[in-house]
């Protein structure tokens, strides 16, 4: 059975202290929380990542980077590379974003090395499709769902793509208030997993965690979780309020 999964993607918000505090409070409420097949994943900031490593219950939360280097080491002033992340304690790291990917200039190219050093580092990746409001109203969101997942993913072989998260977060949806219907949300999650199981078989395909990624909060969060192929979220600003993020959980 596949795992479900709520994460929080801080973004570039919070202090080391308030972030502190955050942690503690959701590490508090999982700490007597029944957590079976379940599993909470806290991104803050790279500054904030061994500090938050210390704060949280492993056996009831992991932490994840926001994303990290294309390039092992070397002479690449600012950037983090995987094995640094590994090193604080972290297990998983969000690559491909649609903000790295806006912003950035992050292309699918990229992110399939980042994915690559991550596995080879002992990290998971957390790997995030989505499409463009244009390429949404234009009827193009499957092909570039299929495209990012060909170029971004689908070079791996089978025991490394199964170490692999996917979240679907319409570009359209992220921060702006606006949520994929649950029955837009499960049309694309189920599209995924149909991708998934012509490349890597169905075994393959019903034990990848899809999460959705776009607006997610605690008042849409249960309508979404119930869709049978959306195993969860990656969620943005609700998460930076342990309160919401808490009933996010309990959505699962």
């Known amino acids: 059975m596949r795992k479900q999964i709520v994460a929080g993607n801080w973004k570039m918000n919070t202090n080391i202290q308030d972030g ?11 700490s007597n929380y029944n957590l079976e097949n379940k599993e909470i994943i806290l991104a803050p900031p790279f500054t904030h990542l061994s500090s938050i490593v210390k704060e949280v219950d ?4 992991s932490v994840a980077a926001q994303n990290c280097a294309a390039w092992e080491k070397g002479a690449y002033t600012g950037e983090v590379s995987a094995e640094m992340i590994y090193s604080s304690g972290a297990h998983f790291i969000i690559i491909g974003h649609s903000e790295r990917r806006q912003y950035f200039n ?12 991550c596995l080879k580092n002992s990290l998971h990746p957390v790997f995030c499709v989505g499409e463009l409001l244009a390429e949404r109203e234009s009827d193009k969101y499957f092909e570039v769902i299929k495209r ?3 170029e971004g993913i689908f070079g791996l072989d089978s025991e490394n793509f199964g170490k692999v998260i996917i979240a679907y977060e319409p570009v359209w949806a992220i921060g702006t208030g606006k949520t994929a219907t649950p029955i837009q949300a499960q049309g694309m999650h189920k599209y995924i997993r149909k991708l998934i199981s012509e490349k890597y078989g169905v075994t393959i395909a019903n034990e990848t965690t899809i999460l959705y990624g776009g607006s997610c909060n605690a008042g849409n969060a249960k309508e979404l979780f119930a869709q049978p192929d959306v195993d969860g979220g990656l969620v943005g600003g609700a998460s930076l ?12």
């Open 241 to 252: 309020k342990a309160n919401e993020f808490i009933e996010i959980i309990k959505a699962l």
């Open 106 to 117: 992050e292309y699918n190219a990229t992110l399939f090395q980042k994915v690559k050093i």
């Open 148 to 150: 990012q997942l060909v």
């Open 20 to 30: 502190i505090k955050l942690a503690k409070a959701i590490n508090d409420f999982a």
């Open 58 to 61: 492993p056996k009831k939360i």
